[in-house]
């Protein structure tokens, strides 16, 4: 690769808004390319958000270009989840210790303030520009101006692809030899729905709480807003006898949600229209390899999108930034250097974070209702607070910590074996936090 200094970023979304502000500031002129109108202009695409939840990756990725203070101002802590049973109950559940809290943000208006910063720091976007295709030896891109009409040839010295999941500079690189590609969809898909603020702007549930319904194999979510609404999300069957297929009218809706969400459904006046107004969304997983060919790289969802049932998708596309820039300091910017070290240290970690939230979904609409589930997660957390120098829950480790997304899988496998085989332990519920507690913690220690 010949020296870089016009670099052009595919996608102004979140990743690739950020991406533009860590080199800028490293002194390149960067040049933004977004397939959509500015969002800035035409307000954010209505019924397809799953609120992000930001956690300590992502503040250590805003925080690199000088913008965690301002984003904090639009988020709303979250130190548990609030589990709703059937009957309209409630249990809350601390993610981690006093004062450990991710927290809500509205997509559209994070991507909003990342864009405007960008801009003020004199970085270009240009709207409504398609990438067609790079070529297959990696040196230019071929794009469609959706303004002027017709394409052009592009050649930066650098052309970053952060075009999202169903990336098109990505496309390119999957008809070259020896690119690995999977792709695979859950048999869920999730609806937007809404819970509206109260009178005065006031929070109908608890604010500062990620909120759950779970119901075995389908759940309702809500994250707060900070306009006293809430951004609900329903995951179900794309097929099926219990599906989104069997929900086609207002009266099949009804009985749905009264009997499974019913304490949720007293507080959701516009759930009709959400439901049919809004698209049903699709929850895919995409790992490849390589993320580079020629002067072609990936990033975010372009190299590795998740589904978002850790709440990392946005963390872990901020932590990719984050780490590329720490390895231009490593390599004094030298990209043939650097690139291959990016891919090498992100790709267990973005494979390791998607098999994680694979995992958390399973947990989130089956298991945080289950007594042994809670009671393993009730040790656990003692166990961290007597220790914590000598014990990390997985939870923990993955949200508020930097500790890489790999060694939290193989944590999880090995803490909820123990964990497990501690239930078995004769008497275990009378006696865990006595005559057991020691051999527990040190089970737990032993790695």
């Known amino acids: 690769m010949k020296s870089v200094k016009n670099i052009a970023i595919m996608g102004a979304g979140l990743v690739g808004s950020l991406l533009s502000l860590y080199l800028k500031k490293r002194g390149y002129e960067v040049t933004v390319y977004e397939r959509r109108p500015d969002l800035r202009k035409t307000g954010a695409a209505g019924g397809r958000s799953i609120n992000l939840a930001i956690s300590e990756r992502g503040w250590k990725g805003l925080a690199g270009v000088g913008l965690e203070a301002e984003i904090r101002k639009m988020a709303i802590q ?14 809350f559940q601390p993610y981690g210790k006093p004062g450990e ?3 809500s943000v509205s997509r559209g208006d994070l991507n909003i303030a990342l864009i405007d910063a960008a801009e003020a720091s004199g970085i270009k976007f240009i709207f409504n520009q398609r990438v067609l295709e790079t070529d297959l030896a990696g040196t230019y891109a071929m794009m469609e101006d959706g303004n002027k009409g017709g394409t052009y040839k592009l050649q930066p010295d650098l052309i970053i692809g952060a075009d999202g999941a169903f990336s098109l500079v990505r496309y390119t690189m999957m008809k070259t030899d020896r690119f690995d590609y999977s792709q695979t969809y859950e048999a869920h898909g999730y609806k937007e729905l809404t819970i509206p603020a109260g009178p005065d702007n006031s929070f109908l549930i608890e604010k500062n709480a990620l909120h759950i319904w779970p119901r075995k194999n ?9 306009d006293g609404s809430f951004t609900c999300t329903l995951f179900y069957n794309l097929d099926g006898e219990q ?13 749905f949600f009264r009997t499974y969400f019913a304490d949720a459904m007293e507080i959701m006046p516009t759930l009709y229209q959400d439901f049919f107004a809004n698209p049903t969304g699709l929850l895919m997983t995409v790992k490849c390899f390589p993320w580079s060919h020629g002067n072609t790289m990936l990033i975010g969802d372009a190299a590795h999108a998740i589904i978002p049932f850790y709440g990392q998708g946005m963390n872990c596309g901020f932590e990719d930034c984050s780490v590329l820039n720490e390895l231009l300091d490593t390599y004094s910017d030298d990209w043939e250097k650097t690139i291959p070290a990016y891919q090498t240290a992100r790709k267990p970690n973005s494979d390791g974070i998607a098999d994680l939230a694979k ?6 609409r089956d298991l945080v209702a289950d007594p042994d589930f809670q009671f393993k997660k009730q040790i656990a957390a003692k166990v961290s607070a007597t220790y914590p120098d000598k014990f990390i829950p997985v939870y923990s480790m ?3 910590s930097n500790l890489p997304y790999s060694e939290a899988l193989k944590e999880y496998r090995r803490q909820d074996e123990v964990l497990s085989a501690v239930l078995l332990l004769p008497e275990i519920r009378e006696k865990w936090d006595t005559t057991y507690f ?7 220690f032993n790695k």
């Open 398 to 400: 993955v949200s508020f």
């Open 78 to 91: 979250m130190p548990g989840r609030m589990i709703h049973d059937m009957q309209g109950n409630l249990n």
């Open 218 to 226: 389908f759940m309702l979510i809500a994250l707060p807003n900070m």
């Open 359 to 364: 995992l958390n979904f399973i947990e989130m």
């Open 438 to 444: 020691q051999e527990i913690a040190g089970r737990l």
């Open 101 to 103: 809290a991710i927290n």
């Open 243 to 255: 599906s989104f297929k069997t929900l086609t009218t207002e009266k099949e809706v009804e009985v």
